[in-house]
């Protein structure tokens, strides 16, 4: 990976794509670059990712009625 873990934060995964496509290919890629942000940026990716379970969780119910 060309892209090192020099520009780590969300808004900088928002200006280079090609850090996403990297951790798409490569998912340790990707436990390395959440781990390489601050606390405040993993609190917001586990916020999202817990509001999308809620939401996917509440389409599965609905959608079994």
Request: aromatic letters at 10%.
């Amino acid at each position: 990976m060309e892209n090192t873990l020099e520009n780590t934060s969300l808004r900088g995964l928002l200006q280079d794509p090609s850090q996403l496509t990297d951790i798409i290919k490569d998912p340790t890629k990707g436990l390395d670059f959440y781990k390489a942000l601050s606390v405040k940026e993993q609190q917001y990716i586990l916020f999202a990712a817990a509001a999308g379970l809620i939401g996917y969780a509440i389409y599965l119910g609905r959608s079994g009625k």
